[in-house]
């Protein structure tokens, strides 16, 4: 099974600034991540695939980076609506399929 | 407009059984793969079931393997979760979630609200 590890568990950030959030993969997954943005009892919602295209409708603020271990999920300019936690999901080597334990982001 | 819909999650005893539903629309259901995704109070993410919607392909987390069963009725665009034999740690919503049809598939385009089973005495 492939482990998803994110950090930081929790990033405080300034209205306007730069958020930057890391998910690690236990073995390389090539560009097989995908990134979500969950708020308050909400479901999560489709951000990220293929480790760097938006999805449909997901505002160009948002970006994803990375292959093999290493990614980065960045939010240019940070919204007060981006307040949520961000799960990383890896599709490479699946069942199961496996999250990340998230990063919670919150508005300074 | 694609509408994932579930229902059916209620109070049970550990030991109990219960029936989860998602009713899907808004697009041709067995064209794709279909899951539960379950989220334990304050945790993470956590996948539960797979079913191809073409195939009949099933699979399942080991945490659930041998008390949870997925199914479908293509007839009425439905997806089902028996879940026998519950636990506390069952305890979570329970998400209908829709994997993506690309060349590399495996990430979920489509999520319903979530339905909430809690398992207690």
């Known amino acids: 099974e492939i482990v998803m590890t994110q950090s930081p568990a929790t990033l405080s950030v300034s209205p306007g600034e730069r958020a930057t959030l890391s998910c690690r993969a236990s073995?390389?997954?090539?560009?097989?991540l995908a990134w979500y943005q969950q708020k308050p009892g909400q479901a999560p919602r489709l951000l990220i695939y293929?480790?760097?295209t938006r999805a449909t409708g997901i505002p160009a603020r948002f970006s994803g980076s990375g292959s093999g271990t290493e990614f980065t999920l960045t939010i240019s300019s940070l919204q007060s609506e981006d307040s949520a936690v961000y799960y990383c999901?890896?599709?490479?080597?699946?069942?199961?399929?496996?999250f990340g334990g998230g990063t919670k982001v919150e508005i300074k | 407009e694609v509408q994932l819909v579930e229902s059916g999650g209620d109070l049970v005893q550990p030991g109990g059984s219960l029936r989860l539903s998602c009713a899907a629309s808004g697009f041709t259901f067995t064209s794709y793969e279909m899951n539960w995704v379950r989220q334990a109070p304050g945790k993470g993410l956590e996948w539960v079931a797979y079913i191809s919607g073409y195939d009949g392909s099933i699979y399942y987390a080991d945490s659930v393997r041998g008390r949870f069963t997925i199914s479908s009725d293509n007839a009425k665009n439905s997806l089902f979760l028996q879940m026998n034999s519950l636990r506390a740690e069952d305890t979570a919503v329970y998400y209908c979630?829709?994997?993506?049809?690309?060349?590399?598939?495996?990430?979920?385009?489509?999520w319903g609200q979530g339905t909430l089973v809690t398992v207690s005495s």
């Open positions: 979630a829709r994997i993506s049809v690309d060349m590399i598939r495996g990430y979920f385009d489509q």
């Open positions: 293929g480790a760097s």
């Open positions: 073995q390389s997954i090539s560009t097989t």
């Open positions: 999901q890896q599709y490479n080597d699946w069942p199961p399929l496996t």
